[in-house]
């Protein structure tokens, strides 16, 4: 598999990143973790517009889906070759009602599933073209979903937004590459079932046994080397701040 980091900041862009969203490639299949805000203009950067396959929203806060209205538009619209195919998008429960009401102008109520082919999350084990996936939910305020991607016996494990969770850490169980979120500061902020710190990520990472942790979702008021510091006072395996534009083989 080959992962790359399209956006990675979290809450709202940075001046050098846009919002969550990951492109995951394998056997020239596309999928897309997230679609936060500014992800779309950079995903361009790293395949074309129509070359998506499948998209999975982990949950519906803005940094982790806005740009699909934008989407919307790129496929509903477009005139060279005619309106697009509806592509499988995953999300959590009332993600058709919840972008077709940021878009707020859609030409009818059913307009996003004309391009965009819905699929209800449930905790669970199921196939995304080549991909073996697993989800679970995670502790967040909304309804939320980690995922576990498998393909050639290689797996990564991407949080979404989370606060301390055993399910996050089983899913990430033996994880050759674990995307972990790490947005509060160890010490500074402190709110359950939220956002988890950079030693917690660590933390989890090293209860999985993961391979390599890569912290996301690092807010641009955050320090992410005070984060990756304590993060590694706890994991011992590799570890970094992801970055836009990195590219892992899984």
């Known amino acids: 598999m080959k992962l790359t980091v399209v956006g990675c900041s979290g809450s709202f862009p940075s001046a050098d990143s846009a919002c969550s969203s990951y492109l995951v490639e394998a056997d020239g299949f596309r999928l897309l973790l997230d679609m936060g805000n500014g992800a779309l203009g950079e995903l361009q950067r790293h395949c074309g517009l129509y070359d998506l396959d499948a998209i999975f929203l982990s949950h519906l806060h803005a940094d982790h889906c806005i740009d699909m209205c934008g989407y919307f538009v790129a496929r509903y619209y477009r005139h060279d070759g005619g309106r697009c195919p509806a592509i499988p998008v995953y999300g959590p429960e009332g993600t058709e009602q919840r972008l077709t009401t940021a878009y707020a102008d859609t030409p009818s109520p059913s307009s996003m599933s004309e391009v965009f082919d819905f699929h209800t999350l449930k905790p669970g084990s199921f196939e995304i073209g080549p991909f073996q996936v697993r989800t679970e939910r995670m502790a967040h305020p909304v309804e939320t979903y980690g995922i576990r991607v498998e393909h050639g016996g290689r797996s990564l494990t991407y949080s979404g937004d989370t606060g301390v969770s055993a399910a996050l850490d ?81």
């Open 170 to 250: 089983e899913l990430a169980a033996g994880t050759d590459l674990y995307l972990c979120e790490a947005s509060f500061v160890h010490g500074k902020e402190s709110i359950p079932d939220l956002h988890l710190n950079g030693r917690e990520a660590g933390a989890s990472a090293a209860a999985a046994g993961a391979r390599r942790l890569v912290l996301t979702h690092i807010p641009p008021w955050t320090d992410g080397e005070r984060n990756l510091a304590d993060a590694r006072e706890v994991y011992t395996g590799p570890s970094e701040i992801a970055v836009p534009g990195a590219v892992y083989e899984v």
